[in-house]
């Protein structure tokens, strides 16, 4: 797009993340990934082209020029460009076995990363990254982190990943009161920066206008008498002491509160050696676990490895349970027990499949309480932006994010003892992210979760289970915990590893 004044200054190289996924349909994974740069792959392009003439038909001129196009692939790295393609790929953990294949031929979220490869390929001097850890896990997002941190160009990036930012960021440009003010420091810096600026502001408002209000009665009790020239230099006083104009934020904070109408037993959730697979391959080997009234399992592992379906696993005869697809979910064997008193509110990864089409929000929120009047309705909608005539929009008008602020309506409408939310986060802006964090914190019930946020993991979490090829690892205790065991792995396999080989 081009602005309506103004310049832009741009490098030769930008790594940009393509938002069109059909694009490069057409092309193979590994070749999709090369062209982020592009004066290289349009070098292999018409080098390959050369080559594919017939020996006799090449002239001198298109051997000057195949010499040409060499030197070009060499500076910028051609001859370990599918290596340094594939390690990109490795990353952002898309299989190997993919690299090969079109990318017509890859789901979504694949190829996201692809594109997201693409996009750091050829190290460029800028880098334009809106939402880039959108379909990553938490392996892959830290991966990606890490990458970005030694990342020696500009980075400007869009994300309502918290910890992310704080991570990444040098500068935040904060775009609200209709402009854009620029931060030094990360999303927290700015947001403390920004509160503090305006708790100044607001402050020398509130002595402006008490001073206004001492001189505007000394205005109105000497005006016409003998002390009237006073009165007429504190009129001058106050033009001079008008407050400054405090612009309204257009950022809006959603406010989520879970409730709980009854409490569960002491013991919600009873796992005994459940086993699931699909098609003779196990997703995760026999699992058992006991869970307690209050605690708050965050799920955790690659994409694929299971979490999902081991939450369809339990919910499949949850008491509360509406929503019937899952209510059929087989699995091998074992045993899934609810507690007393379980009652069990669901955020499904594909949430938008969850609301009925062909009604209003306000109509669909009704149904899970056809008790609620209209004015606790929408005062429920109200908290989660849908406010006035948002009330009564289509659900199939609804955006993603929508979507799921009107799930979460529906949950604080039910006040369930146990969440069992897959991927919440997904749509949700950042604002909408800390709400939900802070609630989750404040929740009574139980709670079963899979985000890749690393800030909603970190604070909510207080218990483990992560998912490594096909074992599931119950860890009792939060992340942060969790994270000292595994770098405590890794060393002990790091200083092991040359004892084995030299015993070899």
Not at 31 to 54: C, F, Q, S
Not at 178 to 193: P, R
Not at 276 to 289: G, I, L, Q, R, T
Request: hydrophobic share 40%.
């Amino acid at each position: 797009m081009e602005p309506s004044k103004g310049s832009i200054g741009r490098p030769k190289k930008l790594g940009i993340l393509r938002q069109d996924q059909f694009a490069y349909d057409e092309y193979r994974v590994i070749d999709t990934v090369i062209m982020g740069n592009a004066p290289l792959w349009k070098a292999l392009v018409e080098r390959d082209a050369l080559y594919a003439k017939p020996h006799e038909d090449l002239s001198d001129a298109d051997g000057m020029r195949l010499g040409e196009l060499e030197g070009i692939i060499g500076e910028e790295g051609g001859y370990t460009a599918e290596a340094d393609a594939a390690v990109l790929l490795d990353g952002l953990d898309l299989d190997e076995s993919l690299r090969e294949r079109k990318m017509r031929e890859l789901q979504g979220g694949q190829k996201v990363r692809v594109l997201l490869a693409q996009a750091l390929f050829g190290s460029p001097p800028a880098l334009l990254l809106d939402e880039p850890t959108n379909y990553l896990d938490l392996d892959s997002v830290h991966w990606l982190q890490d990458y970005l941190c030694e990342y020696e160009g500009v980075l400007i990036v869009i994300s309502h990943d918290r910890h992310f930012l704080n991570s990444v960021c040098t500068h935040t440009a904060d775009i609200d009161y209709q402009t854009v003010i620029m931060y030094n420091g990360a999303y927290d810096d700015m947001v403390l920066a920004k509160t503090s600026i305006r708790a100044r502001i607001e402050s020398e408002n509130a002595q402006r206008e008490k001073k206004i209000a001492q001189l505007n009665e000394f205005i109105a009790r000497f005006s016409a008498g003998t002390r009237s020239a006073q009165a007429t230099s504190r009129k001058k006083e106050v033009e001079r002491l008008k407050t400054t104009d405090l612009a309204r934020s257009n950022i809006a904070r959603p406010f989520i509160r879970f409730q709980i109408e009854q409490h569960s037993g002491k013991h919600p959730l009873e796992i005994k050696s459940i086993v699931k697979s699909y098609e003779n391959v196990p997703v995760f080997k026999p699992f058992s676990a006991s869970v307690a009234r209050g605690e708050k399992i965050a799920l955790m592992g690659r994409n694929g490895t299971g979490k999902t379906t081991m939450l369809k696993s339990l919910l499949r005869n949850a008491p509360g349970f509406i929503d019937g697809a899952e209510t059929q979910f087989p699995v091998d064997s074992g045993t899934v027990t609810w507690g007393h008193n379980a009652a069990v509110g669901y955020f499904a990864q594909d949430h938008t499949d969850s609301i009925t089409k062909g009604t209003t929000a306000i109509e669909w929120l009704h149904q899970f309480k056809p008790q609620a009047t209209q004015e606790e309705l929408r005062g429920i909608l109200g908290q989660m932006l849908f406010s006035g005539e948002d009330a009564l929009k289509a659900t199939k008008a609804l955006s993603g994010g929508e979507s799921a602020r009107l799930i979460f309506c529906r949950l604080m409408l039910q006040q369930p003892n146990i969440l069992v939310l897959d991927e919440p986060t997904n749509h949700l802006d950042l604002e909408s992210i800390n709400a939900l964090n802070f609630s989750l914190q404040k929740y009574d019930g139980t709670v079963l979760l899979v985000t890749h946020d690393h800030d909603v993991i970190d604070e909510v979490a207080t218990r483990i289970w992560h998912f490594e090829a096909g074992h599931v690892e119950d860890f009792m205790g939060p992340y942060e915990e969790y994270m000292v065991l595994v770098r405590d792995r890794v060393a002990k396999q790091t200083e092991t590893s040359p004892r084995q080989r030299r015993a070899g």
